[in-house]
């Protein structure tokens, strides 16, 4: 699984959860296949995404991720990775798991690295090392700001309701 997609999710365990929104959005503004059945197919269909519903087996709902590689077009081929959340996971996680997912931007890698699949295009990058040095610094800082928020959002103490009478010593005798 690309770390940017895995990245995608554990950066949403530490900020607070936004309004409740679609986990779907992304994936269909990303110009994915979506049927009727709870399903979404990437635009090169390599990749597949099934809300499967509730069943008198498991009890729950379950999100299935999976990429294969490109099939003979009736089936898919071998299965690269694949992901499986439960009813549990809170929707805004699986909702950043598929943003992150859906996203087109290019994934940097060494060129030649051996960390991707065969069939990426690789194309130099026009970013100099320390440009790309700056941005994960730049990503380091915001997430701690942002958890360093989202903890002070957590323990900030609650407001103390007013007094009307503040108690007096009672005088020595």
């Known amino acids: 699984m690309p770390t940017e997609v895995l990245a995608g999710f554990t950066d949403a365990l530490i900020t607070l ?3 409740q929104q679609d986990p779907w959005q ?7 296949h979506r049927d009727s059945d709870g399903a979404a197919r990437s635009p090169d269909s390599m990749c597949h995404i099934e809300l499967r ?4 087996f498991s009890g729950r709902s379950s999100w299935h991720v999976e990429t294969c590689e490109p099939g003979d077009g009736q089936f898919p ?4 990775w694949h992901a499986y959340f439960n009813e549990d996971v809170p929707a805004h996680l699986v909702g950043s798991f598929l943003t992150a997912l859906a996203d087109r931007s290019p994934l ?6 051996r960390t991707g699949h065969y069939s990426a295009v690789q194309a130099p990058s026009p ?3 320390q440009q790309v040095v700056d ?7 915001s997430l701690r700001a942002r958890a360093r928020s989202a903890h002070r959002q957590q323990t900030k103490p609650a407001p103390t309701p007013s007094k009307a009478h503040t108690a007096q010593p009672a005088p020595r005798r």
Request: without cysteine.
């Open 108 to 113: 940097p890698r060494g060129m030649y690295d």
């Open 17 to 19: 959860p936004p309004q």
């Open 26 to 32: 992304p994936v269909t503004s990303a110009d994915w």
């Open 53 to 56: 519903p509730l069943s008198e």
């Open 135 to 141: 941005a994960h610094t730049a990503r380091i800082e």
């Open 127 to 129: 970013l100099r090392p």
């Open 77 to 80: 081929g071998p299965r690269i």
